[in-house]
Nanobody, 119 residues
């Protein structure tokens, strides 16, 4: 059983910063990649940023240069540093884990954390 524990969301003014954290808890799994998705009201869930076990990163065009994803392999934790936040970044942010387990590969999702950027 794998559980993702997210933290770090909240309310911030435009131009401010927030840092999200997501820890993958459990056993008998290894990490292919971890990432962050977001879903704003009335919109589809979209990829924000992802990082592979080898450190390769991928960002949505809308956040490039403002957001940075990083990981701590010793803690199975991924971080999303969000700077220069804009009102359009307001959404529920979900952590995603693509993991290798005994029977194959599975995707896991966190419960979501609200990020609200006031203009």
């Amino acid at each position: 059983q794998v559980q993702l524990v997210e933290s770090g969301g909240g309310l911030v003014q435009a131009g401010g910063s927030l840092r999200l954290s997501c820890a993958a808890l459990g056993s008998r799994f290894s990490i292919n990649a971890m990432g962050w998705y977001r879903q704003a009201p009335g919109k589809q869930r979209e990829l924000v940023a992802a990082i592979t076990s080898g450190g390769i990163t991928n960002y949505a065009d809308s956040v490039k240069g403002r957001f940075t994803i990083s990981r701590d392999n010793t803690k199975n934790t991924v971080y999303l540093q969000m700077n220069s936040l804009k009102s359009e970044d307001t959404a529920v942010y979900y952590c995603n884990l693509n993991a290798r387990i005994a029977v194959g590969t599975l995707n896991y999702w966190g419960q979501g954390t609200q990020v609200t950027v006031s203009s």
